[in-house]
């Protein structure tokens, strides 16, 4: 059985370090998702407001988070994976980056100092009317100057799959062309010479943007190393658990047949992860345990069809969006 993982972010009270990552580990999740987009929001960083936090010298960044470090291991969890604010370098404002990038190698190190073997840091995204070459070589090179640090302290770097709202319309970003995607993680792993990047796939993400999640899933396949599995209605990115959504005559907005089927024919090796931030923050807290009880019982079941496969009675349907 996989390991179930629940992010951070929704599921930890700051008010109470200690007794909610206990919860946690008491409603059957295995490991935590740890985000420090929660500590630095993506709107400070592109307002350019102070973001001392995480740029400060390691030796103080490292004293802010020793209390979350603690209490994942008293309450017998773990950091299964690690996931970084986000820009981490903003295209047109060049003299902030140098200030992102030593958040991006302060990110990498606390990743470690969590006992934590990977980070999702993610791809820039031009806008949906510039140069795709351009943002291919922003990309690369942010990337590759990422590669001393991730090999020094062991950790590995993961792209996710990205979108954008203009004028009101959900449209594709940076590696939500799966073939591209795939084509970021070989050639940064040629210019590391090792394989020191891997893929996260958010589910979510695709759905929005209206993916063949099988055909996403395969295309991808064994680059995918950790998961962001969450829910929406195809229109909004919600982060809800899986199953919320009924529409169409399938009675699902997200294809979870194709996604699943897709990972357990594409070989996927890794844990189970859900980015169900907004639905902790819905229920009042003295229902998380439970929520987090059904959260660890759908990681369970996705584990299995993973796993094993569909069981005969419920094979999905030929359909478009399968296959």
């Excluded at 603690?70 to 017998?76: D, L, R």
């Excluded at 981490?88 to 100092?113: D, F, G, H, V, Y």
């Excluded at 073997?117 to 990422?146: A, C």
Aim: aromatic share 12%.
């Amino acid at each position: 059985m996989r390991k179930i993982g629940v992010q951070s972010m929704g599921a930890v009270d700051k008010r109470d370090i200690e007794g909610s990552y206990k919860r946690i580990k008491e409603a059957g999740i295995d490991f935590i998702d740890f985000g420090l987009d929660e500590f630095v929001p993506g709107y400070v960083i592109k307002n350019g407001d102070s973001v001392e936090l995480l740029a400060q010298d390691f030796d103080k960044v490292y004293k802010e988070f020793e209390p979350h470090i603690k209490a994942i291991k008293k309450a017998g969890l773990f950091a299964g994976q690690f996931h970084a604010p986000f820009p981490m370098r903003i295209r047109r404002k060049p003299e902030w980056n140098e200030r992102l990038n030593r958040m991006t190698i302060n990110s990498i190190k606390l990743c470690r100092a969590f006992d934590c073997d990977r980070i999702v840091i993610h791809p820039v995204s031009f806008g949906f009317y510039d140069n795709p070459q351009e943002e291919w070589d922003f990309n690369i090179k942010m990337y590759t100057e990422l590669i001393p640090f991730a090999k020094e302290e062991k950790v590995m770097i993961l792209l996710e799959n990205m979108f954008l709202g203009v004028n009101g319309h959900i449209v594709e970003a940076s590696c939500s062309d799966f073939a591209e995607a795939a084509r970021y993680i070989d050639t940064l792993n040629d210019i590391a010479g090792e394989e020191l990047f891997g893929f996260c796939f958010d589910v979510g993400h695709a759905n929005l943007l209206a993916k063949n999640l099988y055909k996403a899933v395969t295309t991808l396949g064994k680059r995918i190393k950790a998961l962001h599995v969450h829910d929406n209605d195809g229109i909004m990115d919600l982060h809800t658990l899986p199953f919320v959504f009924a529409r169409g005559q399938d009675g699902q907005s997200t294809d979870w047949k194709g996604f699943l089927l897709g990972l357990h024919d594409g070989g996927y090796e890794c844990d189970i992860n859900f980015e169900t931030y907004r639905l902790m923050k819905t229920f009042p807290l003295e229902l998380h345990t439970e929520v987090l009880r059904l959260t660890a019982a759908l990681g369970r079941y996705m584990s299995n069809i993973i796993e094993n496969g569909y069981p005969e009675y419920e094979t999905p349907m030929n359909s478009g969006w399968v296959r």
